[in-house]
């Protein structure tokens, strides 16, 4: 041990054991902390009211017998409860979030300044139009934005998600079939897509044909041809797919399907590497949703909310759903009801109560704002980088499904790179998690065997890359060289160890329970 | 541009490492004639300059806070504690994807197990999801449950659900090749849904507090239903009556969706809101959406899990129960914040006040000439008929800087016989000075 001229250490000492337990489990800045319902009390509140006068109530025989059993915190518990609850979490604001396909990019703080400005946050959907003028022309504007980025000619605002988005484009298609007098009910979906465009269509009826991907996860269009028939309404296509490849040949599938009298939908889910660069209008899109949660910088908040947004080409205008923005002489106008509606709007039906997502709609425009044309095509040139950096920062030790080639704003890899080593793509990112990272998606796509696919999008420094390079070079060596342990035992250093999922299904317990009175004697 | 921390040198740098020579090399895969070279939209901004666009477009709304303000019909001026706004602004919070890697996301699964809790104990029901995208998407997925429980298809709606409620069930079950029998429109609360109920229905759609206020008793409602084999769906788009109405859960109810936009969530024109969605244990595998579930890890310490997974559309795709993926977690998270700092003392003590403030409002424009109130009972919302054209009156009104409700024309065009309808709805932000304003106002346009 290095000691310093008067016997102090000066390095800390190497533990031969674990650290020892300490007696609230506590580990200093890590604290545990109890659920609600064992700290709170159903007579403590946290928001103080002035007793109501005196009145008569008249709910009629409705009022409520029995408790709620609903505990309460006072302000400063309230507080430290979430305060100690959020430090367990991971964020894009603490780290690099290199997720696939979810584009975990940074998330403006003038966003969340300006939704909440009380002319924006603090209107109802139903106070009459006259007083909300400036919200309808943010939407209108929006629209506009969204419009020149794709190419394409309406857009449908209201979705709450991107599954959301892909239930309205994929209505949107069948309300066209349908106008048509035609009976089309296979929609074809390739073998490497995200589980809710299969999902999007059976929900509506649809019967999933699948398509099988070429070894490097693209879709061919000879697969395609083969498939399609006057029985087939679409298509769902992502584009630049998940395996991070942009779809080559999607001109000449999008032709194909249109001469087969079918629709082609595109998953927006991967805009961020193509704004500014392609427009999908142009690649013969029909509808297409984008993911404002991811593209365009609103806070993914812990699984939502998100919005979804659709852009229709010409061939499906018609049928976007009501309420949507018509932008006249004078104006833009909130279109909401089928009374208002003008000869060629045919809207399929409603998606949602209100009129969408708008505090999602302020955050995306202040962010569209503030890159503008150049900054929205330099974002994607910078988040394509830097997935091709990362992919020449680990090309020699880690192994990619189709070789060595540019990608998009993702890079996949395969396990193969593991073989014979005894870790799993799971102990691998679970072996991250110690090192301070949040993992990558792992084991989507399906197509590739143990996938793991980065997005470090365009928010990251090449001092941030490098770092992250650096760690999955150490950990790929570490695994090669046998130290496995630490794979099978990560992640160590998390506010939890691995937890045990299939217990947790087999006997599923989703609400907290009052003990017995009997456990509650044992303690 | 302050969001991108490459400089150009850096950029160079990462280029030669790659070993291209320009980035667009990197763009080959895209067909060249397909490329753009340039969006015609503006350059980039400053952040004083968005500062100054967006606010001009705030400026030109008129916001809830800075006048006497009655609207509801589905979405509630509440008021939310600071605390709420401050916790759902934690990075650690705002900035978190879904919680797929439970070992470094306990505190957002935490408060979803929360979450769940709560909404279980306020609907009276055994499990709640971890939400949906709002109340109306939470409620046409109900149909959609319940046709799978039942194996039938034809759902009947009450005719005082909410019209964009109903619009969003018809437009989904359409779709979906199902049948929905929308009773009409019933201000005055007096459909006889019974007699609709038969032995091909799957489910029967009621809202209490019906759109136009009136608290509606489910408990022979579900008896019907459950005698057909038929299920009970309740919709509640104003959370904070449970303070002081009896749970649908209480009364029978097999599905319970709701708007929890009334805890912790601002108005924001329509959304992002948070959906509610609870059900009896016996269906849980029928359920949409996520949901969070209690186990240990390796250790033997509690925690918290994605859990059921199987019925998600990741899992089984086109066999999935619903494609939902994204739903609402940071609103839910605000309304388990405001939730917890409430209690139940003080959440019954805003439903008192909410509904002193509806019956004083209720009682003062009911003695204005050729007003009159249509509800027996209601909570914090009710609706009156006027003597003339409710559109049009609360457009005068709205001249005169009062926000007076809802016209029923609103959400329900074209129908003479509803024109004269206007929606009321006061709750605890309401002063008397306000209720003195809507009244003196609506004295003088009538």
């Given at each position: 041990m290095a000691m310093n001229t008067q016997g102090r250490p000066t390095a800390p000492t190497t533990p031969e054991t674990s650290a020892p337990e300490t007696f609230t489990g506590n580990r200093a800045l890590q604290i545990e902390e109890a659920l609600l319902f064992e700290i709170g009390r159903n007579d403590v509140t946290g928001v103080d009211f002035d007793d109501p006068a005196p009145f008569t109530e008249r709910l009629g025989k409705h009022a409520?017998?029995?408790?709620?059993?609903?505990?309460?915190?006072?302000?400063?518990?309230?507080?430290?409860?979430?305060?100690?609850l959020s430090q367990k979490n991971y964020s894009i604001d603490s780290g690099l979030y290199p997720l696939g396909s979810c584009t975990m990019k940074h998330n403006p703080r003038i966003n969340e300044k300006m939704a909440r400005l009380p002319g924006l946050g603090d209107i109802h959907p139903l106070q009459p139009l006259s007083t909300v003028q400036g919200a309808v022309e943010l939407m209108a504007e929006l629209g506009r934005w969204l419009l020149e980025m794709t190419g394409m000619t309406s857009v449908a605002l209201s979705p709450k998600a991107g599954a959301h988005g892909e239930l309205c484009g994929m209505m949107a298609i069948k309300a066209a079939v349908r106008a048509k007098g035609e009976n089309r009910n296979i929609v074809l979906v390739p073998e490497s897509a995200h589980g809710t465009n299969p999902a999007t269509a059976a929900a509506i009826g649809f019967k999933v044909v699948t398509v099988p991907a070429r070894p490097d996860g693209t879709v061919d269009p000879e697969a395609v041809k083969a498939l399609l028939s006057p029985e087939v309404a679409a298509i769902m296509l992502t584009n630049p797919n998940t395996c991070g490849l942009f779809e080559r040949d999607v001109v000449e599938i999008a032709a194909a399907v249109h001469a087969a009298g079918a629709f082609f939908y595109c998953d927006g889910a991967n805009f961020n590497a193509i704004v500014g660069k392609a427009k999908v209008g142009e690649l013969g899109v029909d509808a297409m949703h984008i993911n404002l949660h991811k593209t365009f910088s609103t806070p993914h908040g812990g699984g939502g909310p998100g919005a979804g947004p659709v852009v229709f080409s010409e061939r499906l205008s018609a049928f976007a759903p009501l309420p949507f923005i018509r932008v006249e002489a004078d104006g833009p106008v909130l279109v909401e009801n089928e009374s208002e509606l003008q000869a060629g709007e045919t809207p399929f039906g409603r998606m949602v109560a209100f009129h969408g997502q708008m505090g999602m709609f302020v955050r995306a425009l202040s962010y569209m704002l503030s890159h503008g044309a150049d900054g929205l095509q330099q974002a994607s040139e910078d988040a394509v980088l830097n997935a091709n950096y990362v992919r020449a920062g680990l090309r020699d030790l880690m192994s990619q499904p189709s070789g060595d080639r540019t990608c998009m704003h993702e890079v996949l890899f395969d396990d193969t790179f593991l073989d014979g080593t005894g870790v799993t793509t799971l102990d691998f990112a679970k072996a991250m998690i110690d090192e301070g990272y949040h993992p990558m998606t792992m084991y989507f796509p399906l197509v590739?065997?143990?996938?793991?696919?980065?997005?470090?999008?365009?928010?990251?420094?090449?001092?941030?890359?490098?770092?992250?390079?650096?760690t999955l070079r150490d950990l790929v060596m570490?695994?090669?060289?046998?130290?496995?342990?630490?794979?099978?035992?990560?992640?160590?250093?998390?506010?939890?160890?691995?937890?045990?999922?299939?217990?947790?299904?087999?006997?599923?317990?989703?609400?907290?329970?009052?003990p017995e009175p009997w456990s509650e004697a044992a303690e | 541009?302050?969001?991108?921390?490459?400089?150009?040198?850096?950029?160079?740098?990462?280029?030669?490492?790659?070993?291209?020579?320009?980035?667009?090399?990197?763009?080959?895969?895209?067909?060249?004639?397909l490329r753009v070279h340039g969006l015609d939209l503006p350059k980039a901004a400053s952040e004083i300059s968005v500062e100054r666009t967006l606010g001009r477009l705030a400026a030109r709304n008129m916001p809830a806070s800075s006048v006497p303000f009655f609207v509801g019909a589905g979405a509630y001026k509440h008021h939310v504690p600071a605390t709420v706004d401050h916790l759902i602004q934690r990075s650690e919070f705002l900035t978190s994807y879904t919680p797929y890697q439970p070992e470094i996301t306990q505190g957002t699964l935490q408060v979803l197990f929360e979450f769940q809790t709560q909404v279980a104990h306020l609907t009276g029901m055994d499990v709640a999801n971890a939400s949906m995208y709002d109340g109306s998407t939470a409620t046409a997925e109900a149909v959609l449950m319940a046709h799978r429980v039942t194996k039938r298809k034809k759902a009947i709606l009450s005719g005082g659900l909410h019209p964009h409620y109903r619009a969003v069930v018809e437009s989904l079950s359409d779709m979906a090749g199902d049948v929905v029998a929308a009773l009409p429109a019933d201000p005055t609360s007096t459909e006889d849904i019974l007699a609709t109920i038969d032995k091909d229905t799957s489910c029967v759609v009621v809202q209490s507090p019906s759109v136009y206020g009136h608290l509606i008793d489910l408990a022979p409602i579900a008896a019907k239903a459950h005698e057909v084999g038929a299920l009970l769906v309740a919709v509640v788009t104003e959370i904070v009556s449970l303070g002081l109405v009896e749970s649908p859960g209480a009364q029978g109810a097999d599905?319970?969706?709701?708007?929890?936009?009334?805890?912790?969530?601002?108005?924001?024109?329509?959304?992002?809101?948070?959906?509610?969605?609870?059900?009896?244990?016996?269906?849980?595998?029928?359920?949409?959406?996520?949901?969070?579930?209690?186990?240990?890890?390796?250790?033997?310490?509690?925690?918290?899990?994605?859990?059921?997974?199987?019925?998600?559309?990741?899992?089984?795709?086109?066999?999935?129960?619903?494609?939902?993926?994204?739903?609402?977690?940071?609103?839910?998270?605000?309304?388990?914040?405001?939730?917890?700092?409430?209690?139940?003392?003080?959440?019954?003590?805003?439903?008192?006040?909410?509904?002193?403030?509806?019956?004083?409002?209720?009682?003062?424009?009911?003695?204005?000439?050729?007003?009159?109130?249509?509800?027996?009972?209601?909570?914090?919302?009710?609706?009156?008929?006027?003597?003339?054209?409710?559109?049009?009156?609360?457009?005068?009104?709205?001249?005169?800087?009062?926000?007076?409700?809802?016209?029923?024309?609103?959400?329900?065009?074209?129908?003479?016989?509803?024109?004269?309808?206007?929606?009321?709805?006061?709750?605890?932000?309401?002063?008397?000075?306000?209720?003195?304003?809507?009244?003196?106002?609506?004295?003088?346009?009538?």
């Open positions: 409520r017998k029995s408790s709620i059993d609903l505990p309460g915190l006072s302000e400063p518990e309230a507080m430290r409860h979430y305060v100690r590739v065997h143990g996938a793991m696919l980065i997005e470090p999008t365009e928010s990251e420094s090449k001092a941030s890359l490098d770092l992250f390079v650096a570490k695994a090669k060289s046998g130290d496995v342990e630490r794979f099978h035992q990560a992640p160590l250093y998390a506010p939890r160890r691995r937890l045990d999922e299939t217990r947790a299904a087999r006997s599923p317990k989703l609400k907290w329970e009052k | 541009m302050r969001f991108l921390p490459h400089s150009d040198t850096d950029r160079q740098a990462m280029l030669a490492s790659i070993g291209v020579a320009s980035v667009d090399d990197l763009f080959t895969d895209i067909p060249a004639d599905i319970v969706v709701g708007e929890g936009q009334s805890i912790g969530n601002p108005l924001t024109f329509g959304g992002p809101y948070v959906g509610l969605f609870a059900t009896r244990q016996k269906y849980v595998r029928q359920m949409p959406g996520r949901l969070c579930g209690e186990t240990v890890d390796a250790e033997g310490r509690r925690g918290f899990v994605l859990t059921l997974s199987t019925r998600e559309q990741h899992i089984r795709r086109d066999k999935a129960t619903s494609n939902i993926c994204t739903n609402s977690g940071l609103c839910a998270l605000a309304f388990t914040i405001h939730m917890t700092l409430l209690g139940e003392a003080g959440l019954v003590r805003l439903a008192r006040i909410n509904h002193a403030n509806a019956v004083r409002l209720a009682d003062s424009l009911s003695e204005l000439p050729g007003v009159s109130l249509l509800n027996d009972s209601f909570f914090n919302e009710f609706t009156l008929r006027l003597p003339g054209d409710a559109a049009a009156i609360v457009e005068g009104l709205a001249a005169k800087g009062v926000l007076a409700g809802v016209p029923v024309s609103r959400l329900e065009p074209g129908k003479p016989e509803l024109a004269n309808l206007l929606i009321v709805a006061s709750t605890e932000v309401n002063t008397d000075e306000d209720r003195a304003a809507l009244v003196a106002a609506l004295r003088e346009v009538l």
